[in-house]
């Protein structure tokens, strides 16, 4: 993966543009994963580009790299839950699936074990995949099923959460995941590729995209903020998730964490049962 | 030596004495409920032996019986509540740290533990137990491991080891087993630990440390289980099974804890992983109540 050199920098939109300007700007790969009748659904296409989030970063990365990856959007499930990431299940073209709050992961386990030809994307927010679906995905990870998951983890950046954040990286290949990536909304071209990469991968995927957030009406103020979050991010491939991958600390590392070849479920039923009966 | 004829003894008299009961009190009789007991554990069951090291503890850390809170869940091990003689409770399957975490905001002086098993702790409740430790919850949780689900028939869990035998699992689990104290440790516990039910002095003085520190402990103590996991998986009878822990146990304090999975023939590395300390929920709420009182005055 190539490192990007360039510092990043912020810009900020002060002005919305027009559904019609959006559906110009759009990339030619991205209109074709639309649905036939998006001009009936102008709404949801200014919401999903106006918004000044990360998640409309995290659909589009999503559609390019299904898209460099030569995916057949046939075989290709995506499911999301109630959260931020809800809007996904409008925008793709393909077997979309909106599920209940923190019940994504499961909806995917069954649908990979129901039918192991399809590939399995669990696109969701850490309200849905940590907050009420904690367990699910670290039994996921357990097991390694064959499945991909994005999670937008929304960082408050004033300091209002009294709690501290789960480091997901650790947390995750405590539990056994093979692959495990952390990208801002910022790194664009990484998180495609990564996505892109991970496609390709079998196993438990995971990747961590953080998503700062600031309740603030000053737009000054959440630029600079922005931009000093940024400015904290440091690429770093295959760092250590326990000391480096803290998101309270100095700096945040971001980056692949983990990329492993472990059996994955299917495989250890393969060996450790059916085989008994070959 | 020589033989007695019954004859011969009976014909001795005996002089009249007053007749004295002398009842005689289990050393861990003072903090168990007597009308409770027999238990119903299995013999060769290793809970009993925990709950005797957690009483040992308990006297051994001074803890005030009135202070002291007791919470299980559901399980073989979910039934050790209703032997402590001290505020205990019985919740339901998998929310014995939820119930317990409330237990402790409502009432801080309380001194909260919760006893229960892996199927209890880590299947059904694990993001209450990862979130628990996230939060750095004052509590003690002791998870008793006994790699199934003993109580129900011994239906495989999260802790069932790699090609181990259940009653879900004939022909050998397919499944990773979780690294309890690993997970504990990247969760953000501050005091973990694991012992053999065989480490009773060991698992005594863990349990009496850990009363002393404050945030998320978590000690995980493993089980024979010889009526369902023993017998499907040929490990014997229970003797056999703590003689096999006697053999194959290694004490590693502050080992790297990715050395210590465990499988069915592997070694079990016990000892004290990690005791840390961290600001618990309890504090932040106060500190945060703090900074909040004082912007407040400043700005009147």
């Keep these: ?278 | 030596m020589t033989m007695v004829r019954t004859e011969d003894l009976v014909s001795v008299e005996m002089p009249e004495t007053e007749v004295v009961e002398v009842v005689f009190e289990h050393p861990s009789e003072w903090a168990l409920r007597r009308d409770r007991l027999p238990h119903i554990w299995c013999s060769g069951c290793g809970i009993g032996i925990a709950v005797n090291a957690f009483v040992a503890a308990i006297k051994q850390a001074n803890i005030d019986l009135d202070k002291l809170c007791v919470v299980s869940g559901i399980g073989c091990s979910g039934r050790v509540a209703g032997y402590m003689n001290c505020n205990s409770f019985h919740t339901t399957h998998g929310r014995a740290i939820p119930f317990a975490v409330g237990l402790h905001l409502a009432n801080p002086e309380l001194i909260v533990t919760v006893f229960s098993g892996d199927g209890d702790i880590i299947a059904i409740g694990g993001n209450h137990f990862i979130h628990a430790a996230r939060r750095n919850v004052d509590l003690l949780v002791i998870c008793i491991n006994n790699f199934n689900y003993g109580m129900t028939g011994g239906q495989s869990g999260p802790t069932t080891h790699l090609r181990g035998r259940t009653t879900t699992t004939p022909y050998g689990n397919p499944e990773y087993p979780f690294n309890l104290p690993r997970l504990a440790a990247a969760a953000g516990a501050v005091y973990v630990a694991r012992w053999t039910v065989l480490d009773l002095g060991r698992l005594r003085n863990s349990i009496a440390e850990a009363f002393q520190k404050r945030g998320f402990r978590f000690i995980e103590v493993i089980s024979p289980c010889p009526t369902n996991y023993g017998r499907r998986n040929r490990l014997g009878e229970a003797l056999d099974e703590l003689r096999r822990y006697k053999e194959r146990t290694v004490i590693k304090h502050f080992a790297p804890l990715e050395e210590c999975e465990l499988s069915l023939d592997g070694p079990i590395v016990v000892g004290k992983f990690v005791d840390i300390e961290r600001p618990t929920l309890l504090d932040m709420i106060r500190a945060q109540q703090k900074r909040f009182e004082e912007s407040e005055e400043g700005e009147q």
């Design chain 1, 1 to 278: 993966m190539a490192r990007r050199e360039e510092a990043l920098e912020v810009k900020f939109w002060q002005e919305m543009p027009s559904p019609e300007q959006i559906w110009q700007d759009l990339p030619e790969e991205l209109k074709a994963l639309l649905p036939e009748d998006w001009q009936a659904r102008k709404e949801w296409i200014f919401e999903l580009w106006a918004l000044q989030n990360g998640i409309s970063v995290v659909i589009s990365a999503f559609v390019q790299a299904v898209r460099q990856a030569e995916i057949d959007t046939q075989k290709l499930c995506v499911v999301s839950a109630v959260g931020c990431l809800t809007p996904v299940y409008e925008a793709l073209k393909c077997d979309c699936f909106r599920v209940h709050q923190g019940r994504s992961v499961p909806f995917g386990i069954g649908l990979h074990l129901g039918n192991p030809s399809l590939k399995v994307a669990v696109l969701s927010d850490d309200s849905d995949i940590l907050a009420l679906g904690g367990n699910h995905i670290i039994h996921a990870a357990r097991r390694n099923l064959d499945m991909l998951v994005i999670c937008l983890h929304e960082l408050a950046l004033d300091g209002r959460d009294e709690q501290p954040p789960f480091n997901l990286p650790y947390l995750l290949s405590v539990c056994g995941a093979p692959y495990i990536a952390r990208w801002t909304v910022f790194h664009w071209d990484n998180l495609r590729r990564t996505i892109a990469e991970s496609l390709y991968k079998r196993g438990f995927r995971f990747i961590e995209v953080l998503m700062p957030t600031l309740f603030t009406e000053e737009p000054s103020e959440l630029m600079e903020a922005l931009n000093s979050f940024v400015g904290r991010t440091v690429v770093k491939h295959f760092a250590s998730s326990e000391t480096e991958g803290d998101l309270t600390g100095e700096q945040i590392v971001v980056g692949k964490f983990v990329d492993t070849e472990k059996l994955t479920f299917l495989d250890l039923m393969e060996r450790e049962i059916f085989s008994q009966f070959a």
